[in-house]
């Protein structure tokens, strides 16, 4: 190897400190407590200043999150039990072309009325949303997962739930929806998951009734373009029917959520789309089908035959700890990082996949992964890692690999936030 991953890391990321526009960190806890600045999130974002860094401690919190316009990191922090950050909702809009939003480690359990899960929208500035999932509440009323008019919109490591389908009034039961929408938008999902609600049961109450729904679809792409690397997207199963006991009455299955529906430009490497099931009949009535895997309403849609590699960094971090790194690509195959101090967001033909950081780079030729194309580093950060005075650096981490037939290819990309203290 021309330089041990370690000690790539470890100089760039004193390298990179120097270059760095100093932050501020606030944190923000489920109850007061030491070194706990807020209990509420919100607060916590009206508070801060553009470029500061929001810690966020593991526990449940009530209320819409919402960014508008602001150039700010907010990184939830897993306990050791595996406890996380969970947020009621969370809005990203209105983000300025220089401007740029990171968001990790949260997940988001809606309330029963919603109103949303999580909503990117007209941001023109990059927004990379990594290690997050929208937790499936059954029964709640939210909207399913947007992105609209935004331009540079990265998942990574994500787990999309569209909501379940549900009664509403007798004889009417509304479908799932879809695990996540895209409308004229440029959106990239790396290694994550999105399923489309399960719809709604068929219930009897006599003499009401509400019958079974559809499930959603699992992705819906309704201009703009959609780049999907390593995930799986799968519609939502439909409702089950049922029978009323002695067969006096029935109501028949629904039918599956579509897998993924492109009206758009689709680019797919290395992802499973599937339907989703059709929903169970009863010794009665007809039988339901199971949706369609891809379903093209206009567009077009380009594979690129590839496999995913990955890279993924624990975060955040601070100076004296560690960081787990891992590497994912193939046996023995040249492995070169790049590391940013900005989001990008930029799709990048030439390298089959989506910049993540913005230039200018550090660059580092890590040498040969092992036979396994399998690396795993705990790296001991070093203590005088932050510069005297800063308190927070956000590092946008990607590699480089030959791609098959010549080229490069890109890597998933993860974020690394140091910051000097975490309570």
Known sequence: MAMHPIAAFAVSSVLLAGRAVAQDVLVVGPAPGPGIDFVEVQQAIAAAEDGDAIVILPGEYDGQVVLQDRQLVLAGVTGPGGERPILAGLTVSDLAAARATVVRGLDIRPSFFGPNSLTVEQCAGPVLVEDCAVVDLFGSQYDAPLVEDSEHVVFTRCALQGPRGFPTTASLSVPGGS?????????????????????????????????????????????????????????????????????????????????????????????????????????????????????????????????????????????????????????????????????????????????????????????????????????????????????????????????????????????????????
């Open 179 to 423: 695990g996540l929408q895209v409308t004229n938008s440029s959106v990239t999902l790396y290694d994550g998951s999105v399923t489309g609600g399960h719809g709604a049961q068929a219930e009897l109450f006599f003499p009401l009734h509400s019958p079974a729904s559809a499930g959603g679809a699992g992705a819906t792409l309704s201009g703009g373009t959609l780049f999907v690397a390593g995930s799986i997207v799968t519609g939502g199963a439909g409702g089950d029917g049922t029978t009323a006991p002695g067969g006096t009455s029935c109501l028949p299955p629904a039918n599956g959520g579509d897998g993924l529906v492109v009206d758009g430009l689709l680019r797919r490497l290395d992802t499973t789309i599937a339907a989703g099931a059709a929903g169970q009949a009863q010794p009665c009535g007809p039988a339901a089908s199971p949706g369609t895997d891809l379903v093209l309403l206009g567009g077009s849609i380009v594979e690129i035959p590839q496999l995913l590699r990955r890279l993924t960094l624990s975060s955040p971090a601070e100076p004296g700890g560690s960081v787990a790194v891992d590497i994912s690509g193939a046996p023995s195959e040249p492995v070169v990082l790049l590391q940013a101090l900005a989001p990008l967001g930029q799709w990048l033909g030439g390298l089959k996949g989506t910049l993540a950081g913005a230039p200018p780079f550090t660059v580092f030729a890590l040498g040969l992964l092992g036979p396994t194309g399998t690396l795993h580093i705990d790296f001991a950060l070093p203590v005088g890692v932050l510069p005297p005075g800063q308190a927070a650096l956000l590092i946008v981490d990607q590699l480089v690999t030959p791609a098959a037939g010549g080229g490069g290819l890109l890597s998933s990309a993860s974020t690394l936030l140091l910051v000097d203290d975490i309570p």
